[in-house]
């Protein structure tokens, strides 16, 4: 037996607490929940012990268990335990945190196994190593996803969010599919390492280039429609109809997973700069008009949600720059804070309603704005000498040094805080404070992750005059926007932007749009 097939087990012990859940699909099922906790802390071990056996015996792929291409193939390099780690890690959390938060639900069996099978499938799909397994994988996580929206079935918005799901993932279900035929005709096999070398040395599909684009923009539009990307972002932020638990589990490697679909496949999707120009154009507005939603929105969980559409735009948009390696480490991070913000949400609303004083809002004015962003780029120059001298950062790529850039103006948002002429001494140090400590873990880690990912992934091609345009545009539009932020408290309740604070908290109306399309008004009874 091949050692590569050890993430395997992984997802066979959730598939065995799955299946204990739905033969005791009812209320307090007995040992289930604590099954479910112990399977997925043996899928997190496996995890562990694939990461110890990449370090030991290097990447590679498992022989195939089928026949024909056709079956199972494990692919253990940097990406997919990265992923397997993150996927069995959030997941552990959610399971342990599920079995509270259900108990007492009249179907808590059933949940806690439709949440493991779940899991299990996308665990499946990180470490997919052939083109079958893989859009097996994919298929199938948005088919027990389904299930999951569908918890409450009587909910009508919960029904409307499930079938705007259902109609967007069968479009990038056949949009993979086709990609994958062409994949396969292209390189004359399945195996997803051996496409991805084929396509770094310039084999292959090249021959025939429309067809290299053509396979590029079906991945992307899987990726788009998997990501919740504008217009079709509307089901994110409907599923708050679904238990909490589901919408920690988004962030397990599920509407991550079109970001997952592009880093897997960089080498194929750089054989067409203008499909990833496409995804620069649309990942960077759907990252600008979730952000600016997200701010408009009363309730915190449908904020969250908003964030995370900015946020899976803001993922895209690194692909299209060619980032792939930065895109990784920002699904990481992402995960990491979004689950944690999804889960501790009822206890935050708690804290802060339990302060019966709160202390003065500092509002910054056009003043402090100006000097936080002055302050921020002198941090951001700061760090690039620094780091340029350590470890060599001057041979950058121009898209990583607008990608810094861009995220920057987080930092500028937060000294703004700390600028604002009513803010005490102490939360001016403490803003200086955090914005250095922000910057140092960023560089740092973003230096790690190139370190960590050459070789698996492909290094980021020198941007063309649409590339430059494109950055110059999307660093300006970011700092348009993250101005606006700052000042959000001065300009979102004066009369003269009352309108378009209704227009953003509707979304634009994009999503009234797509329900029209879809019939979303009458909703149809979903099984």
């Known amino acids: 037996m091949s050692p590569h097939l050890l993430p395997l087990l992984a997802p066979v012990a959730l598939l065995l607490a799955a299946a204990a859940g739905f033969r005791r699909p009812g209320r307090r099922p007995g040992s289930v929940p604590r099954l479910a906790e112990a399977a997925a802390l043996a899928a997190f071990i496996v995890a562990l012990a694939s990461a110890g056996l990449l370090a030991v015996a290097g990447a590679g792929t498992s022989p195939l268990l089928g026949a024909h291409g056709i079956g199972l193939s494990v692919r253990l390099d940097a990406v997919s335990v990265a992923m397997l780690l993150l996927v069995s890690f959030v997941g552990w959390t959610v399971v342990r945190y599920t079995r509270t938060y259900m108990d007492g639900e009249d179907r808590q069996g059933a949940f806690t196994g439709w949440l493991c099978a779940t899991l299990a499938s996308v665990l499946l799909l990180v470490q997919a190593g052939n083109l079958v397994h893989f859009v097996l994988a994919w298929i199938t996580t948005s088919l027990l996803l389904h299930r999951l929206l569908l918890f ?207 202390g003065p809002v500092a509002i910054p004015g056009g003043s402090a704005v100006g000097r936080a962003f002055l302050a921020a780029l002198a941090i951001y120059g700061a760090f690039y000498l620094l780091f340029g001298a350590l470890f060599g950062w001057h041979a950058k790529p121009p898209q990583a040094v607008a990608l810094g850039a861009i995220l920057i103006f987080g930092v500028a948002y937060l000294l703004a805080q700390g600028l604002a002429d009513a803010a005490p001494a102490f939360l001016t140090k403490r803003t200086a404070l955090y914005a250095v400590a922000a910057s140092t873990a960023y560089f740092s880690l973003q230096t790690v992750a190139e370190w960590a990912l050459t070789g698996p992934l492909p290094e980021t091609p020198a941007p063309g005059p649409l590339e430059w345009a494109l950055m110059v545009l999307v660093v300006v539009s970011f700092a348009v926007v993250a101005v606006a932020q700052a000042m959000f408290p001065l300009w979102a309740y004066h009369p003269a932007a009352a309108g378009l604070r209704v227009h953003l908290s509707n979304g634009l109306y994009a999503n009234a749009v797509f329900d029209r399309l879809l019939g979303g008004w009458s909703v149809r009874k979903i099984s």
């Open 152 to 358: 409450y079935p009587d909910r009508p918005t919960a029904r409307r969010a499930a079938r705007k799901k259902a109609v967007t993932a069968r479009i990038g279900d056949a949009a993979l599919i086709g990609a994958a035929l062409l994949l396969t005709a292209g390189y004359g096999g399945s195996d997803i390492a051996t496409i991805a070398g084929m396509a770094r040395a310039g084999q292959g599909m090249t021959v025939a280039p429309w067809i290299a684009t053509l396979t590029a923009a079906l991945i992307a539009l899987a990726a788009l429609l998997k990501s919740a990307q504008f217009p079709t972002h509307g089901w994110v932020t409907e599923v708050m109809e679904t238990p909490t638990p589901v919408s920690a589990l988004l962030h397990a490697g599920v509407i991550n997973g079109g970001g997952f679909l592009l880093i897997r496949f960089a080498d194929v999707m750089l054989l067409a700069p203008g499909v990833l120009s496409v995804l620069v154009m649309i990942g960077g507005f759907t990252a600008l008009f979730g952000g600016l939603v997200m701010l408009t929105q009363p309730a915190v969980k449908t904020s969250l949600a908003w964030s995370t559409v900015a946020q899976m735009g803001f993922m895209v948009l690194q692909c299209g720059l060619g980032l792939f390696p930065l895109a990784l480490l920002h699904i990481l991070a992402h995960s990491l804070y979004k689950a944690h913000a999804f889960l501790a949400a009822g206890g935050a609303v708690e804290g802060v309603a339990a302060i019966r004083r709160p």
